[in-house]
């Protein structure tokens, strides 16, 4: 299997202060399902930010697709933004525009004709089960049920690579399975998917998926092999 992501000796360091992430090496390999763990502040939202192309490395190799994604030119980032999908913790949907627009929200920034915007979105508001709330504004919705629309715009532009931080931070155990379902639906497709959690349980639920784990912005399992966190975590 071709590597679709590689980070080789990657640092990040904010301002003037301490690295937040040292020496950070691994590689993904396509259609692999990751699970990112670590203690709250070791710096998993930052290596996703890097991951994502929304924040640029202090040093080390970013290799992305089989490119150089550090030196990329600008006018070459949207295209490789599109490549991949991002859900947030937070959601991060539109609050005036419905369900629908919403997930629509990236076939139209990318010029999609409005005439063929309808099937994949309808494809995608049956496929998150929510059909019936296509014209609902966000604010009006569960936290579980914004998280799924959440899910269906970060993945209905096909992305070859998901990645979710802590997507089932603010939703209750049976609807945390249910978003674990989709990523592991979508992952059964062929998509990479990259979810960071602190929820152990959830780890479980995916035997295949590998684990990579960060402490204070190092990441000590860069191979993906080990299955379960160290006991003093496991309260987390
Ligand atoms: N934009 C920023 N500017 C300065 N420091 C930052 C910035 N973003 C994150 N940090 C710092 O980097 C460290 C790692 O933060 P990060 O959010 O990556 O950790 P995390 O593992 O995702 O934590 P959590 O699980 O609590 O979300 C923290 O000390 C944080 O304060």
């Not at 949907?93 to 915007?117: C, K, M």
């Not at 014209?135 to 990645?163: F, K």
């Amino acid at each position: 299997m071709a590597n679709i992501v590689q980070f080789e000796n990657v640092g990040l360091r904010y301002g003037n202060g301490a690295e937040t992430l040292s020496d950070v090496s691994f590689t993904l390999t396509t259609g692999s399902f990751y699970f990112l763990t670590g203690p709250s502040g070791a710096g998993k939202t930052s290596l996703l930010k890097l991951l994502y192309l929304a924040q640029r490395p202090s040093r080390g190799v970013i290799r992305l697709f089989g490119e150089d994604a550090v030196t990329l030119p600008r006018a070459r980032l949207p295209g490789f933004r599109r490549r991949i999908g991002v859900v947030f913790q937070d959601f991060r949907l539109v609050p005036h525009l419905s369900a629908y627009d919403n997930i629509a929200l990236p076939l139209r920034v990318a010029g999609v004709p409005e005439a063929d915007v309808a099937v994949p979105v309808n494809e995608m508001l049956a496929w998150v089960g929510l059909s019936d709330r296509a014209d609902a504004p966000p604010p009006t919705l569960s936290g579980g049920e914004q998280q799924r629309i959440a899910i269906a715009r970060a993945v209905i532009g096909r992305p070859e690579i998901l990645v979710a931080d802590e997507p089932t931070g603010n939703v209750d155990p049976d609807m945390a399975e249910r978003l674990l379902h989709l990523f592991d639906s979508l992952n059964r497709l062929g998509t990479t998917v990259v979810v960071a959690t602190h929820d152990y349980e959830l780890l479980q639920r995916i035997p295949a998926a590998r684990m990579m784990r960060l402490e204070r912005g190092k990441l000590i399992d860069p191979t993906g092999q080990m299955r379960f966190p160290p006991a003093s975590d496991g309260a987390r």
